[in-house]
C-alpha cells in the first residue's frame, strides 16, 4: 500500500497585482490623513471661525448681560440716592404762614409742625415775644429751622416800618427779641381846608391823615371844643411830617405848625422842642397852648346834658342840679383824665355808678361817672396824667344810656367846666425865647409860603 504523507497547511498565496494596489490605498488614506485636501482644510478652518465666533456672540451677550446688570443696579442706586435728596429738599427750611381771620399763634405754630412745648419755650421769659401773639390777618409769620429740622427763629413786618425778630441762642434753648426798623426819609407835608359839616370829613377831604387830624384836634383842644364849638366856613392849615420809603407813604410824624380859624378867632400853633429835649405846642408869642386841663375828656363826643341848677332829673323826675357836663358817645369810648393828678377814688359810688375821681392840687378835682369800666393800672392812690385813658363810656348807676357825667370843682365848688377858665401851662422860658423866635419865624414863613402857593395853583 501507498502511503499518503501529510503535510502542514501554508499560508494562502496572493497574486502580486492585489498586494500593490493593497499598498497604494493604504498610502493613499495616509497621504489623506497626513495631507489633507484644500476642500476638507477650508471646511475646518469655516468650522473653527464659525466656533471662535459663536465664542465671542456667547462671551458679547454675557458681557452685555453683565453690564445691563451693573447699569440697572447704577439706575436703581442713583435712583435711591435721588429720593433720599427729594426727601431732605420736600422739607422747608423757611415756611410762611399767612395769618387768617381767627388764627391764633398756636394753631401756626401747628401748621408749622411745631409742638406746643417749643412754642412755650419761645415765648416764655421774654416780654417782648407778646407781641408776636397780636395777630391781625394778612399778617406774615416766617419760622426758620436748621438741618435737624429745629426752629431757628420767627420773624413778622407788622409794619411797613418795623418787623420783628425772635432769634434761637447759640448757648441755650432761649430765644431772643429783636425789631428792625427801615430807615424812612422825613419830608413836609402842607394841607389846607375848610369846614363844611365834621371835622374829620374836612380833613380826610383836605387828604390830611386821620392820626395827623387827631394830633391837630388836641392841640387846639384846650381852647376849641371840636365837638360843639365848630362852624361852617372855619378854616384850617398846617404843615407836618410825612415818612416815606423807596417814595412810598409809610407814615406820619409831628405836626410842625397849623393854624385855626374858628369864629373869625385865629389860633397859632409852633411845635418847639427846648434844649432838654424838651416838646411842646406854643402861640407865636411863646404861650403855651397847653393847659393845666383839657375841655372835654372825651374826644368828638355829644353834649347830651349841659350844667344846670334846675335840671329835672330824668329818672327821679324832679328838679335836681345838674352839677356836671354829660357827654353821650357809644359804649367803650375811652375817657380821658382832664389834668395831671392822683386818683382818690377808683370804685362804685351810689348813683353815679363806676366812679374816678381826681385831685389836681391846687384846689382842682375832677369827677367821672357811669363808666363802663377802669383802665388798666387805675386804682385809689395811683397817679395820672393828663390824657391818659382812665375808663371807659358806659351806663351803671342812676344812667338812661351810655355816656359820661364829667364834674369839675375849684375848691370845693362845682363849676361849668365849659365855661371855666382853666389855668395854662408855663410859657416860653426866658433863655430859650430867642431860640424859639427863630423856629417859630421859620416855621411860620413855610407855612405861608405853601398856602400862596396852592392858592396860586388854584386860580
Known amino acids: 500500500m501507498t502511503m499518503t504523507q501529510n503535510t502542514p497547511p501554508t499560508q494562502q498565496a496572493y497574486p502580486k497585482r492585489h498586494l500593490f494596489a493593497a499598498s497604494g490605498v493604504?498610502?493613499?488614506?495616509?497621504?489623506?490623513?497626513?495631507?489633507?485636501?484644500?476642500?476638507?482644510?477650508?471646511?475646518?478652518?469655516?468650522?473653527?471661525?464659525?466656533?471662535?465666533?459663536?465664542?465671542?456672540?456667547?462671551?458679547?451677550?454675557?458681557?452685555?448681560?453683565?453690564?445691563?446688570?451693573?447699569?440697572?443696579?447704577?439706575?436703581?442706586?442713583?435712583?435711591q440716592e435721588v429720593a433720599v435728596e427729594e426727601d431732605v429738599d420736600t422739607f422747608e427750611y423757611n415756611k410762611t404762614l399767612t395769618v387768617a381771620s381767627g388764627d391764633t399763634l398756636s394753631v401756626l405754630f401747628n401748621k408749622a409742625g411745631i409742638s406746643s412745648t417749643v412754642m412755650h419755650q419761645v415765648l416764655d421769659k421774654n416780654k417782648d415775644a407778646k407781641r408776636f401773639v397780636s395777630l391781625k390777618?394778612?399778617?406774615?409769620?416766617?419760622?426758620?429751622?436748621?438741618?435737624?429740622?429745629?426752629?431757628?427763629?420767627?420773624?413778622?413786618q407788622v409794619s411797613a416800618l418795623e418787623t420783628i425778630y425772635l432769634e434761637k441762642q447759640a448757648d441755650s434753648n432761649t430765644f431772643k427779641f429783636r425789631n428792625e426798623l427801615a430807615t424812612t426819609e422825613i419830608k413836609e407835608k402842607f394841607a389846607k381846608g375848610t369846614i363844611t359839616g365834621a371835622?374829620?370829613?374836612?380833613?380826610?377831604?383836605?387828604?390830611?391823615?386821620?392820626?395827623?387830624?387827631?394830633?391837630?384836634?388836641?392841640?387846639?383842644?384846650?381852647?376849641?371844643d371840636f365837638a360843639q364849638d365848630l362852624r361852617t366856613g372855619d378854616t384850617f392849615e398846617l404843615l407836618y411830617e410825612e415818612k416815606t420809603l423807596d417814595n412810598k407813604t409809610v407814615g406820619t410824624g409831628k405836626v410842625l405848625t397849623a393854624r385855626f380859624t374858628n369864629r373869625g378867632k385865629v389860633y397859632t400853633a409852633v411845635r418847639y422842642t427846648d434844649k432838654q429835649g424838651n416838646s411842646s405846642y406854643y402861640s407865636a408869642n411863646g404861650s403855651s397852648l397847653r393847659k393845666a386841663f383839657i375841655r372835654t375828656p372825651v374826644d368828638f363826643a355829644r353834649i347830651s346834658s349841659r350844667f344846670s341848677n334846675g335840671r329835672k332829673h330824668p329818672i327821679l323826675n324832679k328838679i335836681r342840679a345838674h352839677k356836671g357836663v354829660d357827654?353821650?358817645?357809644?359804649?367803650?369810648?375811652?375817657?380821658?383824665?382832664?389834668?395831671?393828678?392822683?386818683?382818690?377814688?377808683?370804685?362804685?359810688?351810689?348813683?353815679?355808678?363806676?366812679?374816678?375821681?381826681?385831685?389836681?392840687?391846687q384846689g382842682y378835682q375832677t369827677l367821672y361817672?357811669?363808666?363802663?369800666?377802669?383802665?388798666?393800672?387805675?386804682?385809689?392812690?395811683g397817679s395820672v396824667k393828663?390824657?391818659?385813658?382812665i375808663g371807659?363810656?358806659?351806663?351803671?348807676?342812676?344812667?338812661?344810656?351810655?355816656?359820661?357825667?364829667?364834674?369839675?370843682q375849684v375848691n370845693g365848688i362845682h363849676v361849668d367846666p365849659l365855661s371855666q377858665k382853666l389855668p395854662t401851662a408855663d410859657p416860653i422860658h426866658a433863655s430859650e425865647k430867642q431860640r424859639f423866635a427863630n423856629t417859630s419865624k421859620t416855621l411860620l414863613a413855610k407855612l405861608d409860603a405853601k398856602k400862596d402857593s396852592q392858592i396860586a395853583l388854584n386860580e
Open 26 to 79: 493604504a498610502l493613499l488614506c495616509l497621504s489623506l490623513i497626513i495631507y489633507p485636501s484644500r476642500e476638507v482644510e477650508a471646511k475646518k478652518t469655516f468650522i473653527t471661525i464659525e466656533l471662535e465666533e459663536q465664542a465671542n456672540e456667547q462671551v458679547t451677550d454675557f458681557l452685555d448681560e453683565q453690564l445691563i446688570e451693573t447699569a440697572h443696579d447704577t439706575v436703581e442706586d442713583s435712583a
Open 137 to 156: 390777618p394778612g399778617q406774615q409769620i416766617n419760622f426758620e429751622f436748621d438741618q435737624d429740622q429745629t426752629l431757628q427763629s420767627l420773624s413778622s
Open 199 to 224: 371835622f374829620f370829613n374836612a380833613t380826610n377831604q383836605a387828604g390830611v391823615p386821620y392820626s395827623i387830624a387827631h394830633d391837630m384836634a388836641n392841640i387846639f383842644g384846650y381852647d376849641i
Open 327 to 361: 357827654y353821650a358817645a357809644p359804649r367803650g369810648t375811652p375817657i380821658k383824665a382832664a389834668g395831671d393828678g392822683r386818683v382818690t377814688l377808683a370804685g362804685r359810688k351810689g348813683g353815679y355808678g363806676n366812679t374816678v375821681v381826681i385831685k389836681h392840687g
Open 369 to 381: 361817672a357811669h363808666m363802663q369800666g377802669f383802665a388798666k393800672g387805675v386804682r385809689a392812690g
Open 386 to 389: 393828663q390824657g391818659q385813658t
Open 392 to 408: 371807659y363810656i358806659g351806663t351803671t348807676g342812676l344812667s338812661t344810656g351810655p355816656h359820661l357825667h364829667y364834674e369839675f
